[in-house]
């Protein structure tokens, strides 16, 4: 749902601010990551259109995004006017419905990630009374969160006897992997391989 949300938003913003995110030729995108951007939502939250962007000072955009619990600074205000200043503006008049369904999918989407948020917390704290909290921060390329999440998925380590019981019920099993890729051998391939064997052995 979450990235469903994330991109019905990027298709939102496309509309309201053409080239905002785009990378051509010289165009750069105006925030280098929308989600983690404090600016980019704020600018999304004020509601203004690229044509009244457009028509600001920095300042007045500064003050206008200020008065709506979103500080700027004079730096950022005179890229995001700049920038605006270079693309081609849809009427207001078209976007006053998408303004408003962008700034619910963002409410929606603030929403989730703050249960998200909860929802990680907890599974850390617990997982850290298991029998797996010594494989956190330990393996390197996998988050906590990773870890919590297989460790929830296997148990508790000392229902097992064997170490390939857990790689069995985590999904991993190596064995059905290299059935798969049997599968997708070309048959020319096996007959030949085949073949070979007999006359190798002869």
Same mark, same amino acid.
């Given at each position: 749902?979450?990235?469903?949300?994330?991109?019905?938003?990027?298709?939102?913003?496309?509309?309201?601010? !053409?080239?905002? $995110?785009?990378?051509?030729?010289?165009?750069? !995108?105006?925030?280098?990551?929308?989600?983690?951007?404090?600016?980019?939502?704020?600018?999304?939250?004020?509601?203004?259109?690229?044509?009244?962007?457009?028509? $600001?000072?920095? =300042?007045?955009?500064?003050?206008?995004?200020?008065?709506?619990?979103? /500080?700027?600074?004079?730096?950022?205000?005179?890229? #995001?006017? @700049?920038?605006?200043?270079?693309?081609?503006? /849809?009427?207001?008049?078209?976007? =006053? #419905? =998408?303004?408003?369904?962008?700034? @619910?999918?963002?409410?929606?989407?603030?929403?989730?990630?703050?249960?998200?948020?909860?929802?990680?917390?907890? $599974?850390?704290?617990?997982?850290?009374?298991?029998?797996?909290?010594?494989?956190?921060?330990?393996?390197?390329?996998? +988050?906590? #969160? $990773?870890?919590?999440?297989?460790?929830?998925?296997?148990?508790? #380590?000392?229902?097992?006897?064997?170490?390939?019981?857990?790689?069995?019920? +985590?999904?991993? +099993?190596?064995?059905?992997?290299?059935?798969?890729?049997?599968?997708?051998? !070309?048959?020319?391939?096996?007959?030949?391989? @085949?073949?070979?064997?007999?006359?190798?052995?002869?």
């Amino acid at each position: 749902m979450q990235t469903c949300l994330k991109n019905q938003i990027k298709a939102r913003l496309h509309k309201i601010y !053409p080239g905002l $995110m785009s990378k051509y030729n010289d165009n750069q !995108p105006l925030f280098s990551n929308l989600w983690t951007s404090p600016t980019a939502r704020g600018l999304i939250k004020s509601r203004l259109t690229a044509t009244q962007v457009k028509r $600001m000072t920095p =300042e007045e955009l500064i003050e206008n995004l200020k008065n709506k619990g979103f /500080p700027l600074t004079l730096r950022s205000g005179r890229r #995001i006017v @700049r920038y605006f200043k270079r693309i081609l503006t /849809p009427k207001d008049e078209i976007l =006053e #419905i =998408e303004m408003d369904l962008l700034n @619910r999918d963002l409410y929606l989407l603030e929403t989730l990630e703050k249960e998200l948020s909860l929802v990680e917390e907890r $599974m850390l704290e617990e997982v850290k009374r298991t029998d797996a909290s010594f494989l956190l921060d330990k393996i390197k390329g996998l +988050s906590d #969160i $990773m870890i919590a999440s297989f460790a929830g998925v296997v148990g508790r #380590i000392g229902n097992y006897r064997f170490g390939k019981e857990i790689f069995s019920k +985590s999904g991993l +099993s190596s064995k059905v992997n290299q059935r798969e890729r049997e599968k997708k051998e !070309p048959q020319s391939y096996n007959k030949f391989h @085949r073949k070979g064997q007999r006359k190798f052995h002869s």
